[in-house]
């Protein structure tokens, strides 16, 4: 019998062990996947990983690990080194023998690709976490040039007050990598100028639970384009049991 399991605080809203379960029993493979919730430690604006000595058995334990917000750039210390997109990015959402890797951006430009549209040349995306550098570096394959926004820019961001008519007509993309939206806080959403979203954009939520957030349903409202994260998730999740399998 295998293990497999994800770590991340909270995760209510995570699909994976309902993916992989159903995988294991429609295949007939000798395998469990579970939740593995780790609270965090925050440490000024740092997020740790609170047990450390749990991570580390998980670690030991567990044939295959997926890594979910808040902990992609967390995980890193504790691994023995990355492969080199994980190393690109900077972020982890899979674990193989103390190995970390990143197939988050694989799921995300196999999703995103059939809809990007002539013109598509600027993405803003929303949030700073580990899922927005992989977003960002599968913008860049794409030949998409992506800006971040958050709550608190740094240099070479933008904030929201900033996101002007200019901003919102010249960046034609605009990707969700916050978790505003999520189960169970379905009410929240990103503080984006949704009136200026046009027929022209296109809104693409890394959430997928719910199916449609607000974030998705406001952009639908204005006539956008919008996709939200199931397809990513499915893609992510392929790429990871390929890893866990030694097939790449």
């Known amino acids: 019998m295998r293990h497999y399991g994800i770590i991340g605080y909270p995760l209510v809203h995570s699909f994976s062990a309902k993916y992989f379960n159903e995988k294991f029993e429609r295949e007939k493979i000798e395998a469990e996947y579970s939740l593995k919730p780790l609270p965090p430690s925050p440490q000024g604006e740092e997020i740790r990983i609170g047990d450390e000595e749990q991570l580390k058995k998980l670690l030991d334990s567990l044939d295959g690990m997926n890594v979910t917000m808040p902990y992609k750039k967390a995980i890193i210390p504790y691994l023995e080194r990355l492969d080199e997109t994980a190393e690109a990015i900077g972020a982890v959402n899979v674990v193989y023998k103390h190995v970390g890797y990143n197939t988050d951006c694989l799921g995300f430009i196999d999703s ?137």
């Open 112 to 248: 995103i690709r059939p809809l990007l549209r002539e013109g598509d040349r600027k993405a803003l995306v929303l949030g700073t976490g580990g899922a927005s550098k992989a977003v960002c570096y599968g913008l860049k394959k794409l030949g998409v040039v992506p800006t971040l926004v958050s709550r608190t820019p740094k240099e070479g961001m933008l904030g929201y007050k900033e996101l002007t008519a200019e901003v919102m007509q010249a960046y034609t993309v605009i990707v969700n990598c916050t978790p505003l939206g999520m189960a169970p806080e379905t009410e929240s959403f990103p503080p984006i100028p949704y009136e200026q979203i046009t027929a022209r954009h296109l809104l693409f939520d890394c959430v997928y639970n719910p199916e449609e957030t607000v974030f998705l349903q406001k952009g639908k409202a204005q006539g956008a384009t919008i996709h939200n994260g199931m397809e990513m998730l499915y893609g992510q999740a392929k790429a990871a049991w390929r890893i866990w399998n030694g097939e790449q």
